[in-house]
């Protein structure tokens, strides 16, 4: 019998940095469905279903936004409001965007493979669930809490998005700066000038 060797990115959870966050967040992520699935199938107790599905919702995105995030690919945000203007921003933080370039964290690529593809998914669920409902007609109360649950999963799944293309571009920033090319090349030319007077 041949063993199958598993290699880094592979989707098993045994090769996680951090299984036991991994698996609480792909047990939130898969839950609020589950309840709301088996609540449409099981049950017409839409009070009972849509409190359980909108608690685990709820708990998903907290969970997702701190400490999922952070953990398995070192990505964190948030919203601050400017209490003198009024005005809203998203503030985007990624481990290893300080000014030390060595500070960078190394992200186990199954975490990010099981991250980012839980993260999409789940808004693909309830997108499908939504068109369910509109064609089930038969009580479309659930719809609401489709909307619901496709307004939480949508705005973490776009502001990890925005948050990741911050990464990068601070990366690429940082190293081109800290990798001494552009700073060599800067100084140099400064000090040829100097001398060259």
């Known amino acids: 019998m041949e063993q199958q060797q598993t290699r880094p990115g592979d989707l098993s959870w045994r090769l996680s940095s951090h299984p036991i966050t991994l698996l609480c967040f792909l047990g939130f992520r898969i839950s609020s469905v589950l309840v709301y699935l088996f609540g449409l199938i099981f049950t017409n107790n839409f009070v009972l279903i849509f409190i359980l599905t909108i608690l685990l919702l709820a708990t998903d995105f907290y969970y997702l936004k701190n400490i999922a995030g952070r953990r ?6 948030w919203n601050e409001v400017n209490t003198s203007t009024g005005d809203s921003h998203w503030v985007f933080e990624s481990s290893g965007s300080s000014s030390d370039p060595s500070s960078t964290r190394v992200i186990n690529a199954t975490d990010s493979r099981f991250f980012w593809m839980a993260l999409y998914v789940q808004p693909l669920l309830w997108v499908a669930l939504a068109v369910v409902a509109i ?32 990464s990068q571009a601070s990366n ?21 000038r100097f001398f060259r007077r």
């Open 72 to 77: 398995l690919v070192g990505l964190r945000w």
């Open 135 to 166: 064609v089930r007609l038969s009580n479309p109360i659930w719809l609401s809490l489709v909307v619901i649950a496709l307004i939480l999963t949508v705005t973490n799944t776009l502001a990890f998005s925005r948050c990741d293309k911050f």
């Open 172 to 192: 690429l920033a940082s190293s081109a700066i800290y990798s001494g090319g552009l700073a060599r090349n800067i100084a140099g030319g400064m000090i040829s």
